[in-house]
């Protein structure tokens, strides 16, 4: 069997009959604790990552077998840098609905507008997680003068105000409320993403 951890050629042995054995064998010998499975392929198949369905599989089955172990600080700080590198294309595309929007070019703004709105979900999802992760507590203050719940609270408004007017077709409300108030919001958020990773209770 060929085994690749981390993208390098393994050499040592790992002991284990089944599949489910030697990948507890291979995190046991790891260099940290806490380190788990980000990837996992064998016999070019990619398994998902609790590879139930697979423990038992002899390793007399298997081919190659490629493993990528993580640690959670790694992790985290991945994606940090993902959030970050998406606020660099969520922001454009609310200047350029705004712009649009204020041309009258409705119907090419209401595309980028969903895709905003989308954006922003996903966005939400990712800011949540990383303040779960250091244990932030709501009342945290932030260099903004806001707490992290007040600035919960304050997106809940925008998006309000934001679907109100489009509901109501006011496309310069809509492209105020963009540009005055979105995207400065969310332009924060470059620089207050690291800094709730240092206010949280659990470091990484």
């Not at 709105?117 to 992760?133: H, L, P, R, T, Y």
């Not at 945290?140 to 105000?161: D, I, N, P, W």
């Amino acid at each position: 069997m060929k085994l690749i951890i981390n993208g390098l050629e393994e050499t040592r042995a790992y002991s284990g009959e089944t599949l489910g054995v030697l990948l507890d064998d291979i995190l046991q010998n790891s260099t940290a604790e806490g380190d788990f499975f980000s990837k996992i392929r064998m016999n070019d198949q990619e398994l998902p990552l609790d590879y139930k369905e697979f423990k038992h599989t002899p390793v007399s089955q298997i081919e190659t077998l490629e493993a990528e172990i993580s640690t959670i600080s790694e992790i985290f700080a991945k994606n940090i840098a993902n959030a970050q590198d998406y606020l660099k294309k969520l922001i454009p595309g609310m200047q350029q609905a705004a712009d649009l929007f204020r041309m009258g070019n409705e119907q090419e703004a209401s595309k980028f507008f969903l895709n905003i709105i989308d954006g922003m979900q996903w966005f939400s999802e990712v800011v949540d997680s990383i303040a779960k992760a250091v244990d932030l507590k709501p009342a945290t203050v932030l260099s903004v003068g806001q707490s992290f719940e007040e600035r919960q609270r304050r997106l809940v408004t925008l998006v309000q105000q934001m679907v109100e007017a489009n509901t109501n077709k006011d496309w310069v409300l809509l492209a105020d409320l963009l540009e005055y108030e979105i995207i400065p919001f969310y332009s924060e958020w470059e620089t207050l993403l690291p800094e709730i990773c240092t206010k949280g209770d659990r470091k990484f």
